[in-house]
C-alpha cells in the first residue's frame, strides 16, 4: 500500500493506493455519514466491513445521474437526516459518482467532509483527484460545478478485479497523457510494463495509480483554479478530443476521443516547431502498444465535421482569436502555446476526414 499526503492551498489530501486500502475507513467515526455509490456496482458489504452505521444512496450511472435533479433529492434525504458540518460523503464509484456527490459535499452547509472512494481506472487516476465536480445543465456537460478538494482518496484495487478491460484502456489514455507530458519515468514504467498493466497485476497498478495520482495533484497544486495557465497541461489532447466527440454527438468515449486527439495535437506541435522531432513517433507507440485508436479512421461512429470544429470555437482555452494549447515539447515536459483559432481548426479538418 503507497500513501502520501499533500497539501493543496488550504486543504490536506490523504492519498492511499492499493490492496485493502478501504480499511482506513474505519479511521472515520462518530459522524453522520452517507456513502453515495453506483448501483450497479454492490459496494455495501465491502463498506460496513469497515463503517457498519452509513445511511446508503445508490445512484444510477452515466450522465443522467448528473443532473440537477438528481442533486435536490439527494440533498433533501441529508437534510431529512439531520446532516451537519463535521459530517463525512463518502463517493464510491466511477467519476459520474465522485462528481454528484463531491458535488453535494461542496454545497450542504458549504462544505460536509468528502472522502473519495474510486471504483473505475479513470476515477483512480483522474476523475477523483483535483478537486473538480461537475453537474449537467440544459444538456450541457458539467455546466455546473465547484472547486471542493476531499480529504481522503482512496484508491482499493479490489474495486478493479470486476473492472471490464475497456474501462481500463479508457483511464489509461488519461495515464499516457500523464507520461508524455509530466513524468518520462512513468511513460517508460508503461512501455516496460505492458503485459502486467493489462492483465491487472496489482504491483503495476499500485504504481501506476499513485505516480498518476501525485502527478496530477502536483498540477493541481500550482494552479487549483485553473487560473494561472498551469492545469491546462492537463487538457493536452482534449481540445480535438472534444471535438470528436462532439462531431459523433457524444457516440465516441472520452477515452479513445482523446488517445486520437493527443496524437493530432502533438502533430500540429510539431508542425509548428514547439515540439522536437520524434515526439509523435513516441506518442503514437504507446498508445498502439496498448490497444489504443491513434487515427480517425479507427473511430467507428461518423464525425460530423461542422459540429467538431463547432466545439472547437466553444473550448475553455479559447482567447479572442487564439486558443491557449499544451503542446508536448519532448516526453515528460510541455509547453503553453498561443495557437490561432483557424490555425488548430485548420489541422483538426486534417486529423478528422476519415
Ligand atoms: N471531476 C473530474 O476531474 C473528472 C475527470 C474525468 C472525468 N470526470 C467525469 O467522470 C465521468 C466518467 O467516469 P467513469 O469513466 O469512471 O465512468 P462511470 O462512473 O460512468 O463508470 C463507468 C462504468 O463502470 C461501472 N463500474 C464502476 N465501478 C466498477 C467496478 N469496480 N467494476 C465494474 N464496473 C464498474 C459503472 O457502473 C459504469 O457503468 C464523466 O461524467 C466525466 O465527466 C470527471
Known amino acids: 500500500m503507497r500513501e502520501s499526503l499533500e497539501d493543496i492551498c488550504c486543504s490536506k489530501i490523504r492519498v492511499i493506493v492499493g490492496e485493502g486500502s478501504l480499511s482506513k475507513l474505519s479511521e472515520i467515526k462518530d459522524s453522520n455519514t452517507v456513502v453515495i455509490y453506483s448501483r ?99 444538456n450541457i456537460k458539467n455546466l455546473i460545478g465547484t472547486f471542493y478538494q476531499p480529504s481522503m482518496i482512496i484508491s482499493d484495487l479490489e474495486f478493479l478485479e470486476t473492472l471490464p478491460i475497456e474501462e481500463l484502456k479508457k483511464g489509461l489514455a488519461e495515464v499516457i497523457k500523464y507520461g508524455l507530458t509530466l513524468d518520462k519515468e ?32 502536483g498540477i493541481v497544486k500550482e494552479d487549483e483554479r485553473e487560473t494561472k495557465g498551469i492545469r491546462i497541461v492537463l487538457n493536452f489532447g482534449h481540445t480535438i478530443g ?58 467507428d461512429a461518423p464525425i460530423d465535421i461542422r459540429l467538431a470544429l463547432n466545439a472547437i470555437n466553444m473550448d475553455k482555452k479559447h482567447r479572442k482569436d487564439a486558443i491557449l494549447m499544451p503542446f508536448p515539447t519532448r516526453i515528460g ?14 489541422f483538426a479538418e486534417q486529423c478528422l476526414k476519415k
Open 186 to 217: 512513468l511513460y517508460d514504467y508503461l512501455s516496460l510494463n505492458k503485459d502486467r498493466v493489462i492483465n491487472k497485476d496489482k504491483q503495476v497498478l499500485e504504481e501506476v495509480i499513485f505516480r498518476s495520482t501525485l502527478d496530477k495533484l
Open 242 to 299: 472534444h471535438a470528436i466527440e462532439a462531431g459523433s454527438s457524444f457516440n465516441v468515449p472520452h477515452g479513445y476521443a482523446i488517445s486520437v486527439g493527443m496524437v493530432c495535437e502533438a502533430k500540429i506541435a510539431e508542425e509548428l516547431g514547439y515540439a522536437e522531432e520524434g515526439v509523435v513517433e513516441d506518442v503514437l507507440w504507446l498508445l498502439q502498444l496498448y490497444g489504443l485508436p491513434y487515427d480517425i479512421s479507427q473511430i
Open 333 to 346: 515536459s510541455w509547453k503553453k502555446v498561443e495557437v490561432p483559432l483557424d490555425t488548430i481548426k485548420g
Open 40 to 138: 450497479r456496482v454492490d459496494v455495501t458489504d465491502k463498506i460496513n466491513k469497515y463503517l457498519p452505521n452509513v445511511y446508503f444512496i445508490p445512484i444510477n450511472d452515466g450522465e443522467s445521474a448528473k443532473e440537477l435533479s438528481n442533486v435536490i433529492s439527494i440533498v433533501e434525504k441529508l437534510f431529512e437526516r439531520n446532516f451537519d458540518r463535521g459530517d463525512y460523503v463518502i463517493a464510491v464509484g466511477g467519476g459520474t459518482v465522485t462528481d454528484v456527490a463531491g458535488f453535494i459535499a461542496s454545497i450542504y452547509l458549504r462544505g460536509l467532509n468528502l472522502v473519495n472512494v474510486p471504483t473505475t481506472f479513470l476515477g483512480m487516476v483522474d476523475a477523483a483527484i483535483g478537486g473538480k465536480n461537475g453537474v449537467n445543465f440544459n
